[in-house]
């Protein structure tokens, strides 16, 4: 064999031997290839399963989201009526505590008014007082004692005339106006029953510079 023939007969050789690999690994890799593409097949079919099953979350997500806004409105605004109610309600027992504390006030007042009654006389003349001095008194007393007329009844009264033009003989004791002539007194009623043209008053006392 001539050294040409012997590199000619290697090639074939190496050539036939090395085709016959070729077309192994290339069958070999078909094979993989069909057997990658049925494993892949079930990944794809579950991939795109995932897609969808992802979309629907997307849409139950987005729709959730938006019942929570909507009830995130409805309780802002019925939390906006429940201060507004309880405002109201605070202006409400406010508006109760001023009147409870005017009427309070009043109440308090009261005895005041009393007091200024007592202190205002009225423009009849103070006659007598009490043993201690602190309270005076208008009408008939002890002055009177000695006249034919006096009856014990007759103490601490005003005479009021209902009959205008009927002349005042004692101003002392005599009006025509008896809310004018003393500020705290009352209607005798025991003696006026049988009156009908002057009626009796018993002056009930006032208090002078005495606090
Ligand atoms: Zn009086």
Known sequence: ME???????????????????????????????EKQEQEYQPLMDENIKIKEMNNKLKMENESLLKNINELSLEISNK?????SFSNKLEEYYNTKKV??????????????????KFKNTGI????????????????????????????????????????????IIYPEYETHDISYFCTNCEYS???????????????????????
């Open 124 to 167: 009849g003349k103070l006659r007598y007082k009490n043993k201690e001095g602190t309270i005076y008194y208008h009408g008939m007393g002890h002055l009177e004692h000695n006249y034919a007329w006096w009856r014990p009844y007759m103490n601490r009264n005003i005479i009021q005339y209902k009959n205008k033009n009927r002349k």
């Open 3 to 33: 050294y040409s023939d012997t590199i000619i007969y290697i090639s074939s050789s190496v050539l036939l031997t090395f085709g016959y690999y070729l077309n192994k690994v290339l069958s070999k890799n078909k094979e993989l290839e």
């Open 79 to 83: 939390d906006i009526k429940l201060t």
């Open 189 to 211: 009623e025991k003696i006026n029953k049988t009156q009908r043209s002057l009626f009796y008053y018993e002056c009930k006392g006032h208090k002078i510079n005495v606090d």
């Open 99 to 116: 009147i409870e504390s005017e009427e309070k006030k009043t109440e308090e007042k009261k005895p005041e008014e009393k007091e200024i």
